[in-house]
């Protein structure tokens, strides 16, 4: 399975409705695929961490058969908009 920084970014975006996305391929800097995310979506609201980890991995679940290190960080458009105010 071929796996792209943009095609991880459209499944994320679609399944979790994100208001924001940043998708990074680490792969040059590894010796397997890796990816690093960040994902900005009300689904998160009043979820803590793990649970929203665990709805990033569920959407992403047959991809990750496929990628080696996988980092990941899920904010709520409010956090997303207290941290851009730092």
């Not at 990816?35 to 990033?56: I, N, Y």
């Not at 990628?67 to 409010?78: D, G, N, S, V, Y």
Request: aromatic content about 6%; charged content about 30%.
């Amino acid at each position: 399975m071929e796996l792209s920084a943009e095609y991880l970014r459209e499944k994320l975006q679609r399944d979790l409705e994100a208001e924001h996305m940043e998708v990074e391929d680490t792969t040059p800097n590894r010796c397997a695929s890796s990816f690093r995310v960040l994902v900005v979506s009300a689904k998160f609201e009043g979820k803590p961490l793990l649970q929203r980890h665990r709805l990033v991995n569920s959407c992403l679940a047959e991809e990750l058969l496929h990628i080696h290190a996988f980092e990941q960080k899920t904010l709520t458009p409010e956090q997303w908009t207290r941290e851009q105010q730092k």
